[in-house]
T-cell receptor, first 113, second 115 residues
Framework: GQQLNQSPQSMFIQEGEDVSMNCTSS?????WLWYKQDPGEGPVLLIA?????ELTSNGRLTAQFGITRKDSFLNISASIPSDVGIYFC?????????????FGEGTQLTVNP | NAGVMQNPRHLVRRRGQEARLRCSPM?????VYWYRQLPEEGLKFMVY????????ESGMPKERFSAEFPKEGPSILRIQQVVRGDSAAYFC?????????????FGNGTRLTVT
């Protein structure tokens, strides 16, 4: 199956620092999504990107859909303790059935106060 | 995660027993997806259903696993004769799009432990 390479696997940062994580794929996606998962919870949608080159913000979060349609990044500015969690990228292809997503392996973010 | 309801939240089964996981999609959603998540890993697609139809089951093991989404009631993921390797978090998601392609909204999952 398709693979999404997400990096880094984990990050340990100080409160107030900016964070950047990214996903790359060997194949094209039509939609990129970024989710956050807290312990014991399901993934929560943060940002959805629908066009190559698109740059979208949601508060302190900014994500971009790579121009080649094979990559995406997520930036978090001025991190706070509640940003702790696992961040997943997910890609969606128009040819696949419905809204089926392929997920990256996640980036575990730890924010030290 | 409000809207997609999964139960039970935690399920413990002995090897060989059956596990039934239930998912009620968000109101107005008729597309349901099941994903499995092993510890320290991302979510892996299992099956995609619409009401009374299995659309894509390419990610679901051929044996012991089945899924349904009846005309009335929740979607059910059924695992027969569970083994220790079935221990995982199982997430359900629903989509609002008639033709597919909309973002998925996930429930809080069922954590299955096989002893």
């Amino acid at each position: 199956g398709q693979q999404l390479n997400q990096s880094p696997q984990s990050m340990f940062i100080q409160e107030g620092e900016d964070v950047s994580m990214n996903c790359t794929s060997s194949s094209i996606f039509n939609t990129w999504l970024w989710y956050k998962q807290d312990p014991g919870e399901g993934p929560v949608l943060l940002i959805a990107l629908y066009k190559a080159g698109e740059l979208t913000s949601n508060g302190r979060l900014t994500a971009q859909f790579g121009i080649t349609r094979k990559d995406s990044f997520l930036n978090i500015s001025a991190s706070i303790p509640s940003d702790v969690g696992i961040y997943f990228c997910a890609g969606q292809r128009r040819e696949t059935s419905g809204s089926r997503l392929t997920f990256g392996e996640g980036t575990q973010l730890t924010v030290n106060p | 995660n409000a809207g997609v309801m999964q139960n039970p939240r935690h399920l413990v089964r002995r090897r060989g027993q059956e596990a039934r996981l239930r998912c009620s999609p968000m109101k107005g959603h008729s597309h349901v997806y099941w994903y499995r998540q092993l510890p320290e890993e991302g979510l892996k697609f299992m099956v995609y259903l619409q009401k009374e139809n299995i659309i894509d089951e390419s990610g679901m093991p051929k044996e012991r696993f089945s899924a349904e989404f009846p005309k009335e009631g929740p979607s059910i993921l059924r695992i027969q004769q569970v083994v220790r390797g079935d221990s995982a978090a199982y997430f359900c998601a629903s989509s609002p799009s008639r033709g597919g392609g909309g973002p998925l909204h996930f429930g809080n999952g069922t954590r299955l432990t096989v002893t």
